[in-house]
């Protein structure tokens, strides 16, 4: 399981959405090795008050939190940040500078979809990648 949330200015990111999300997809299919039709991706648009930025950031400037289930390696993660820095930059044309990228996990039993917890849950593709 996994869901991705994608924080930035509100009409900067509202006009790379769908070929961000596009792209978010393609790197947690390959990295993570998750089915095509498992995308749980959240846009919250924020306005300039609300959104403090880092010294250096243009107003492309975004933030994606992976929420997911904990399991995969360190190598598997580290493949994930380096395809969305790659694939981001060369694809949507967002500078290094404007993309973090955060890693959350939790276990299993923390999780409740289709009315059962994570680790009671089947689940069609492999979480220990």
């Not at 993570?32 to 039709?37: D, H, K, R, Y």
């Not at 609300?50 to 929420?67: A, K, N, T, V």
Request: glycine residues 6%; hydrophobic residues 40%.
């Amino acid at each position: 399981m996994s869901q991705v949330k994608i924080y930035g200015l509100q009409e900067p990111l509202r006009a790379i959405r769908n070929a961000l999300s596009d792209v978010i997809h393609s790197c947690v299919v390959d990295a993570l090795q998750f089915p095509s039709n498992k995308r749980a991706h959240r846009f919250l648009y924020l306005e300039p008050d609300d959104f403090f930025m880092p010294e250096g950031r243009s107003e492309q400037y975004i933030i994606i939190e992976i929420l997911m289930i904990e399991g995969r390696t360190i190598e598997t993660k580290k493949k994930l940040i380096n395809l969305l820095f790659e694939r981001i930059s060369q694809q949507i044309g967002l500078a290094l500078a404007d993309i973090e990228i955060c890693i959350l996990e939790s276990p299993a039993h923390n999780w409740g979809f289709r009315g059962k917890t994570g680790d009671e849950a089947a689940i069609n593709y492999k979480i220990n990648v």
